[in-house]
T-cell receptor, first 112, second 117 residues
Framework: AQSVTQLDSQVPVFEEAPVELRCNYS??????LFWYVQYPNQGLQLLLK??????LVKGINGFEAEFNKSQTSFHLRKPSVHISDTAEYFC??????????FGAGTRLTVKP | NAGVTQTPKFQVLKTGQSMTLQCAQD?????MSWYRQDPGMGLRLIHY???????DQGEVPNGYNVSRSTTEDFPLRLLSAAPSQTSVYFC????????????????FGAGSRLTVL
């Protein structure tokens, strides 16, 4: 079965700085990869997804992620963060007909 | 607005009590699921359903029951609550399961925070 490891539980960063949230997965077959964002006291919402094709995926709010098959990674990046990006970010993997598995989450805190 | 509706938002139970968390969606989604979210553990799948009358166990099913009598509703039942079930519960749905592009994008409810004393 697939699994997901988010390498950082907390990432503090100053406003307008770049950020990278790291995600590694394990799977024996082809996968679909996702990043979800959870704002305080809300449910999760989709940030971006990789299904196939170009390995660089662009999502909402200026985020992008790059699928690296050889390193089994799907890191999330943003060149300049805003206070409003403060949230918890979850990497997730879906494998065939199996259900989605989530990482433990990375709490991004953007400081003024 | 179309989406996933969960009730109640907050609930406090005593050990041994029973309760049902309600989940309803109005998007005609075939697939529905329940997750629990615990600090440092992300979201873990409890039960899921691929259509009315069909349910199956996820990663952490013990202590929970589900049923799916209609496409719209997918309640989660705790028959005898335990402190280990203190968590935030999320219901999620998607149009269908399978390999089709976008099929696995989940729409989440706002969550139900449960405390078991």
């Amino acid at each position: 079965a697939q699994s997901v490891t988010q390498l950082d539980s907390q990432v503090p960063v100053f406003e307008e700085a770049p950020v990278e949230l790291r995600c590694n997965y394990s799977s024996s077959v082809s996968v679909y990869l996702f990043w979800y964002v959870q704002y305080p006291n809300q449910g999760l919402q989709l940030l971006l997804k990789y299904l196939s094709g170009s390995t660089l995926v662009k999502g909402i709010n200026g985020f992008e992620a790059e699928f690296n098959k050889s390193q089994t990674s799907f890191h999330l990046r943003k060149p300049s963060v805003h206070i409003s990006d403060t949230a918890e970010y979850f990497c997730a993997v879906s494998e065939g007909d199996n259900d989605m598995r989530f990482g433990a989450g990375t709490r991004l805190t953007v400081k003024p | 607005n179309a989406g996933v509706t969960q009730t109640p938002k907050f609930q406090v139970l005593k050990t041994g009590q029973s309760m049902t968390l309600q989940c309803a969606q109005d998007m005609n989604h075939e697939y529905m699921s329940w997750y629990r979210q615990d600090p440092g553990m992300g979201l873990r799948l409890i039960h899921y359903s691929v259509g009315a009358g069909i349910t199956d166990q996820g990663e952490v099913p013990n202590g929970y029951n589900v049923s799916r009598s209609t496409t719209e509703d997918f309640p989660l039942r705790l028959l005898s609550a335990a402190p280990s079930q203190t968590s935030v519960y999320f219901c999620a749905s998607s149009y269908e399961r399978g390999w089709r592009a976008g099929a696995n994008v989940l729409t989440f409810g706002a969550g139900s925070r449960l405390t078991v004393l």
